[in-house]
């Protein structure tokens, strides 16, 4: 085998063992491309000419063994045709790899996602990196399809029904020792003993023994229990993915019913299955959502800057979660409040995270080491980062930096987690105000991806780079945004709630403008997201940006933070919260919601959209569809506002909002941007 490939590296040893090493140039990451694939059969042909002892595969990449398909060549299909014949090529390939007459073996480390799950799938034994940073995962859902190279086949005889249907709809990662303990892999073993566990395997290539599956597993494949068990699943399914608008969970329930009982009828109808989802319009603006995702992490590209100690200043929810997720994702972090019990409480909370996360208690422990309450701020002097995350009050946030430049290193930077203070209401107290720029978190920490890079006029980019970098290192998606009031999620978030806040006053139930949202895909409702944000924090934010923009703050919301009716942390809101859930009453069923309900809350939100991009708040549409979706959950399956908007046409959304100004008022006049979209 001495044929020079591009993707790959192949040593035949001594041994007779075949060593394949996946290598995709010009990348740093492992990709399923057509093109790698296609030398991955001649491969296969060759040692199914001349069988080896045995086949182990590995990555040469410190990323990981394969991180999927390469989501680039999706967007290529003219039409179901051409992607059914790209996907039975996939089919054979997996083929030919399952049935070589050796021994193979699969050495995992790091990401193994999608079609680089399906391949290790397609070899007889896995062995998996016992390390945190391995991640095991069939997420096809994400990108409204499910697995196509043989994976929905292959994962349920490996795990059972239940499991393998679980881990393919969540579209969630596992670890090594839990993808063992579910039968994904057969070994989880440091990354060091890789060599000598495949040649023991190749050597001496026993039969796993592995405990029967319960009764229970085994009853849910067989053919007259399937479809109870599939509609127990469904209703589960419903409740977070309507079939409107994500049908990919579904053809996935209906390819296992009817095809599972033939291997490939069902591997057949797998290929079809996905061939006609991934043509489709959800498939494609979840693709393009996968793609905006990956365009901010190019912005986070800046390997010179390795900050090792954070500083956070503000012993709060958010700054004592900012602080809990820094350590978490490996940074020493001192966290300084003048209040004990304020730090205790940050201690509590990041407890409850690492052991919800991590799981093991040595990785737990390590965690909470690198988290070190710091009353007198003795870590500002040897800090990289310093991020202030108090109370928003410009003059505060002035004495603040003021006090604190004269003790920080030269070079370390300074980060504010202002929500909607423009930076240049803040610097003006500092000598070297370059050195200043916004990093705003979104709560909760722990789940919102997003990250805005807030920069004003005097904001050194060089410093804007670095807290780009930085936001990556914490697994973070930086989006760039200017120092303008808001931002840009905060911006086009606010008119949005505000008009549920309208609809509510004029008698509008609670849970019919919360339907009207997410039946239009948002993941929760405006005024149970309001709720859940705090209604005394939307208060705040509104009244910024009601200085600048257009925005009337509803009295309603006024008098509900005077009485301290501030929502989901005070128990009582527009909802009523009953252990941490908002209790939701009916309407009548003789109530009948207004025809526009719908539209006054997605136009005003587009329409601020539009407006952000006319004031340059985000330099494309891309960006702003991706800050919007990361940042406030826009339906994905919608692409983002833009992609929307490009979708029905500049032409009908203005004459909607325009019908919608003659009947409401000017809070609907169509932005001037509306003239610049999609051009």
């Known amino acids: 085998m001495s044929e020079n490939y591009k993707h790959w590296q192949v040593n035949r040893d001594n041994n007779d063992i075949a060593w394949l ?3 995709k140039a ?23 000419t001349t069988p080896p002892r045995g086949v182990a595969i590995l990555s040469n990449k410190d990323s990981g063994f394969v991180a999927g398909a390469d989501v680039n060549e999706f967007t290529q299909f003219e039409n179901e045709d051409e992607a059914l014949t790209a996907i039975r090529r996939g089919h054979t390939i997996f083929n030919k790899l399952e049935q070589l007459p050796c021994p193979t073996v699969a050495l995992i480390h790091g990401f193994c996602l999608g079609g680089g799950m399906e391949l290790a799938l397609a070899c007889k034994y896995r062995v998996a990196d016992d390390d945190p940073k391995t991640k095991l995962g069939l997420p096809e859902v994400k990108l409204g399809i499910h697995p196509g190279f043989g994976g929905t086949v292959r994962s349920i005889r490996a795990m059972g029904a239940p499991a393998a249907m679980n881990f393919m709809l969540s579209g969630r990662n596992m670890s090594a020792r839990i993808a063992k303990r579910q039968r994904l892999i057969h070994y989880a073993t440091p990354k060091r003993h ?31 229990f399937r479809p109870f068990v599939a509609k127990m699943i469904t209703k589960k399914v419903a409740a977070k993915a309507p079939r409107a608008h994500y049908p990919a969970p579904y053809a996935l329930l209906e390819l296992w019913v009817h095809h599972y009982d033939d291997r490939k009828e069902m591997l057949d109808q797998e290929a079809q299955s996905v061939a006609k989802l991934i043509i489709g319009r959800t498939a494609q603006n979840l693709i393009r959502v996968f793609t905006l995702q990956d365009e901010l992490k190019a912005l986070g590209r800046y390997d010179d800057y390795q900050p090792k100690h954070v500083h956070v200043i503000g012993g709060g929810v958010m700054g004592g979660d900012i602080a809990a997720w820094c350590a978490f994702r490996g940074f020493t972090v001192t966290i300084q409040d003048q209040k004990k019990a304020a730090l205790a409480n940050v201690s509590k909370r990041a407890y409850r995270l690492y052991k919800k996360r991590l799981k093991i208690k040595r990785l737990i422990t390590s965690a909470m080491d690198r988290l070190i309450p710091d009353p007198k701020g003795n870590g500002l002097k040897r800090a990289d980062i310093v991020i202030e995350a108090i109370f928003e009050d410009a003059k505060v946030k002035q004495d603040l930096f003021k006090s604190i430049e004269p003790i920080i290193k030269p070079d370390a930077i300074l980060a504010t987690n202002t929500s909607s203070i423009p930076l240049d209401e803040i610097n003006i107290a500092l000598k070297q105000p370059s050195r200043l720029v916004g990093l705003h978190f979104f709560n909760p920490v722990a789940m919102m991806p997003l990250v805005e890079i807030v920069k004003s006029p005097t904001t050194d980019e060089d410093v804007s780079k670095k807290a780009a970098a930085f936001t990556k290192q914490l697994s973070k998606l930086p989006l760039p945004v200017t120092s303008t009031p808001g931002f840009l999620v905060n911006r086009v978030l606010m008119p949005y709630l505000m008009e549920a806040m309208v609809l509510a006053n004029e008698g509008v139930p609670l849970t019919v403008i919360d339907k009207a949202a997410t039946d239009y895909g948002m993941p929760m409702g405006p005024i149970e997201l309001a709720d859940t944000v705090g209604l005394d924090i939307c208060l705040h934010v509104a009244e910024n940006l009601s200085k600048n923009m257009s925005i009337e703050v509803p009295e309603k919301l006024k008098y509900m933070v005077e009485k301290g009716l501030l929502g989901k942390k005070s128990g009582q809101g527009f909802y009523l919260f009953n252990k941490g859930k908002p209790v939701k009453e009916k309407p009548g069923k003789e109530y009948s919601p207004p025809n526009d ?37 826009f339906a994905p399956f919608r692409g983002g506002p833009f992609n929307y908007i490009n979708y029905r046409g500049q032409e009908q959304l203005t004459k909607m909002l325009e019908k919608l100004q003659s009947r409401h008022g000017p809070r609907f006049s169509a932005d001037e941007g509306w003239l610049k979209t999609g051009n």
């Open 21 to 23: 090493h996946i290598d």
């Open 194 to 224: 890789f060599i000598n566990a495949a040649i023991s395997i190749i050597n001496n290539p026993q039969k796993i023994k592995l405990q029967p599956l319960p009764l229970w597993i085994r009853l849910a494949s067989y053919k007259h």
């Open 597 to 633: 309900l719908q539209d006054r809350l997605v136009l005003r939100l587009l329409n601020e959209a539009v407006a952000c991009l006319r004031d340059n708040v985000v330099e494309t549409e891309r960006q702003a569809d991706a800050g919007i979706i990361f940042g406030t959950g």
């Open 26 to 48: 010009d990348s740093t990451t492992n990709v399923l491309s057509a093109e790698l694939l296609n030398e991955f059969e001649i491969i296969l042909d060759d040692l199914t």
